[in-house]
């Protein structure tokens, strides 16, 4: 019937009205009309008794206004839902048991829809009350438990806000009394935060001044001081333990050696004073046997006499020889062994300059390097099956980095990769990881984002990379990058996922560089 002209549904309707034998009414004629056109067929709606129903309404609060405007809107829009929605809402905003404007005042909406959430503004108030304290009890740890007085007055209104029937009028002074000792409360945490790290810093910096020889361990300082400098995330102070559980095991290594040596140099001084006080012992009784040699060699009369005196003296001479001999060989070898225990040291500090800047970053970008990457996978991996969230993992791969360095030299294409580390980390959220993946390679992961926003992330630091040059003399250079995103997919090893953000970057690069490919 839908098809048919409005006279003709006006006919028909005239028609069932004889048919059915129905008084020729205004209502029965646009009932039987709505009927055979396939109108929905509502009631009369009483606009005007309603305008001056919603006259009559007292608006006391800034709720009771709103829901009286949506109201007005209902009925000129003929609504009886939106009618019935604006009057159950303002509802919620009567006082009950308060005085006026206890309840609602300065709010909005307390609650959005009464009626479909199928309970009256009273328990709608005890449930406001109780979501209060529950806010307020998980923000207790963050505020310490060294305020005796702050932690009892802080029971006493969660209680409070807990209990049925609780007056909201009460409940309001409550927290405003509460909030005045509040602030002083997160005061006095912000500045202990802020005093631990300045000590933590003061700690760091004279360890590293009292140790001016040892450039490993003053390079460490330098990033412990520049890892814990705000703003602090947990990501940044599990970096700083990190760092500091491993300054502290190349100082036990360092100490360990260097003890050895000073054993093994007093252990050899020990002898040499030894052998020294002997070959002086040896020295003296070979004086004083050629002083008695001598003296028996005056008093002899015959050859025969002084044979057995030049035989005995002889073989002092040849014992004391002997001797000496041996202690030159033993002091010469305890001189090679100081020697190579003084290389030993050398190598020991070169090496803990290497191992210090090779630990877990790239020494020349900062970034992290292979071995910090897989860390940092594993720490990632394990928050995102621990919490259900998701891990976007991003490889990059500047373009045309060979041309670069043929053309403009290797440390122009060192200053490149330097460049790309910079503006990665300016553009980067704080719990976003660079890592050098190897030669014109990075990897950056982006926790708690999805592929899409993974690659639009990449995308921003393209275009962040295209307002940034960086000279070459007196040669401005661009460099762009090609990259490939991959989200990890549940139960898939972190290097797998890795492997397919490679692939991605890749086809980046053959559809033309300067591009982002999600996996």
């Known amino acids: 019937m839908a098809d048919k002209k409005p006279f003709e549904i006006a006919r028909e309707t005239l028609k069932q009205l004889t048919a059915r034998k129905l008084v020729p009414t205004p209502a029965n004629y646009l009932s039987i009309y709505n009927e055979i056109a396939g109108i929905p067929h509502v009631p009369h709606f009483p606009a005007d008794i309603l305008r001056d129903i919603a006259q009559s309404l007292p608006v006391k609060t800034p709720g009771q206004q709103k829901q009286k405007g949506l109201l007005d809107y209902s009925i000129d829009r003929l609504s009886w839902d939106g009618v019935k929605s604006a009057l159950m809402a303002y509802g919620g905003f009567v006082p009950v048991n308060a005085p006026e404007g206890a309840v609602g005042g300065g709010v909005a909406s307390p609650v959005a829809d009464p009626v479909a959430n199928g309970v009256a503004p009273a328990a709608l108030t005890t449930d406001f009350l109780a979501q209060i304290g529950k806010l307020i009890e998980y923000a207790q740890p963050a505020l310490g438990n060294d305020d005796v007085r702050f932690n009892e007055q802080t029971d006493t209104l969660v209680k409070a806000l807990r209990q049925p029937g609780t007056d909201v009028a009460i409940a309001k002074l409550m927290l405003v009394n509460y909030s005045h000792r509040l602030s002083f409360a997160a005061e006095?945490?912000?500045?202990?935060?802020?005093?631990?790290?300045?000590l933590l810093h003061l700690v760091f910096e004279n360890i590293g001044e009292l140790s001016l020889e040892e450039q490993?361990?003053?390079?460490?300082?330098?990033?412990?001081?520049?890892?814990?400098?705000?703003?602090?995330?947990?990501?940044?102070?599990?970096?700083?333990?990190?760092?500091?559980?491993?300054?502290?095991?190349?100082?036990?290594?360092?100490?360990?050696?260097t003890l050895q040596a000073q054993n093994e140099m007093r252990s050899m001084l020990a002898t040499f004073v030894e052998r020294l006080s002997q070959m002086t012992q040896s020295t003296g009784n070979f004086q004083q046997k050629l002083e008695e040699s001598a003296k028996l060699i005056e008093q002899a009369k015959s050859i025969a006499e002084i044979a057995p005196v030049l035989k005995d003296v002889v073989g002092t001479t040849r014992a004391l020889a002997q001797e000496s001999q041996a202690s030159r060989e033993q002091l010469q070898n305890m001189r090679e062994r100081a020697t190579?225990?003084?290389?030993?040291?050398?190598?020991?500090?070169?090496?803990?300059?290497?191992?210090?800047s090779q630990?877990?970053?790239?020494p020349l970008t900062g970034a992290l390097n292979r071995k910090g990457?897989?860390?940092?996978?594993?720490?990632?991996?394990?928050?995102?099956?621990?919490?259900?969230?998701?891990?976007?993992?991003?490889?990059?791969?500047?373009?045309?980095?060979?041309?670069?360095?043929?053309?403009?030299?290797?440390?122009?294409?060192?200053?490149?990769?330097t460049h790309l580390a910079?503006?990665?980390?300016?553009?980067?959220r704080p719990q976003d990881t660079l890592a050098r993946y190897g030669g014109e390679e990075f990897v950056i992961l982006l926790p708690d984002t999805p592929l899409d926003k993974g690659i639009d992330a990449m995308t921003r630091l393209q275009r962040e990379l295209t307002k940034k040059f960086f000279l070459a003399g007196t040669e401005k250079v661009l460099?762009?990058?090609?990259a490939g995103v991959a989200q990890l997919?549940?139960?898939?090893?972190?290097?797998?996922?890795?492997?397919?953000?490679?692939?991605?970057?890749?086809?980046?690069?053959?559809?033309?560089?300067?591009?982002?490919l999600g996996a």
């Open 216 to 257: 490993w361990l003053k390079g460490q300082m330098d990033a412990l001081m520049e890892a814990s400098t705000p703003p602090l995330t947990l990501r940044r102070l599990d970096d700083v333990e990190r760092r500091l559980k491993d300054v502290i095991f190349k100082q036990k290594d360092a100490k360990a050696r």
């Open 188 to 198: 006095d945490q912000a500045e202990v935060r802020a005093t631990l790290l300045k």
């Open 479 to 482: 460099i762009t990058f090609s």
């Open 422 to 428: 910079t503006v990665a980390r300016e553009c980067m």
């Open 359 to 362: 630990a877990r970053h790239d």
């Open 340 to 356: 190579e225990t003084d290389a030993q040291l050398a190598r020991l500090n070169q090496e803990l300059d290497r191992v210090s």
């Open 489 to 516: 997919a549940a139960n898939e090893e972190p290097s797998d996922a890795i492997k397919r953000a490679d692939q991605a970057m890749y086809l980046a690069k053959r559809a033309g560089k300067n591009r982002v």
């Open 373 to 417: 990457l897989d860390e940092a996978l594993n720490r990632e991996v394990s928050n995102v099956r621990r919490k259900d969230v998701p891990l976007s993992v991003a490889l990059l791969d500047i373009d045309n980095f060979k041309k670069l360095n043929d053309t403009m030299g290797h440390a122009t294409g060192d200053i490149a990769l």
